[in-house]
């Protein structure tokens, strides 16, 4: 009898603690990323972040936005590398084409850029003053041969009236997009941490 009791004690505790978990899992998910509405907004002069860009709009079915420098840089290395250095030297913020549609509609903003000179490509930052990204959530991600340095924290300080989530740095030795498919597990790591 005794053995009985103890085995519906234990079968009740078991049941609950699921029940419990079922329960915590289900409130999780309300607070995931369903029902938001995304944008991937990204700068790519090689396209290693353009396909990162790409996989995370795939995986969140978000809408893409490109930023491109109205003036486009040289395609040759370093020609760019001079232009990007001065630029940044200047603080400049160069005028950038075409426009986010609706921006009001984003509730969540990856911002995905290559690091340059140590931080984000200054069209980026062109890009972060124009639009109202206060009440959104900000998510920066970058790539870069070397680190991040403080780029994703200049991407949370272009954004003072956002909240922000755990960024994202990729580092990798190869240009023009080659490869970044063996980062891919790393993004589905972070994304699912981030609750997408
Ligand atoms: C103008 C320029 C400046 C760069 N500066 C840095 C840097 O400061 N640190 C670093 O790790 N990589 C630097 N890189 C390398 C890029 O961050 C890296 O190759 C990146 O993945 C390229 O991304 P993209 O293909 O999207 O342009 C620089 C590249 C360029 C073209």
Redesign the pocket.
Known sequence: MKRITTFVVATLVALTSLMACAQNSKSKNAETMDGKKVLVAYF???????DVAKYVASKTGADLFEVVREKAYPVD?TP??DE?KAEKERGDRPAIKGEVKNMEQYDVVFVGV?????TAPMPVFTFLDKYDFGGKTVIPFC?????E?ETLNDIVAATPNSSHLEGLTLI?KE???KGMDKQYGTIDQWLNKLNF
Do not use: K, R
């Open positions: 790519s002069w090689s396209g290693n972040t353009a290395y760019c590398t990007a290559p690091v340059w000179w140590y790539t870069a041969y070397t680190a340095y990798t240009m023009g997009g």
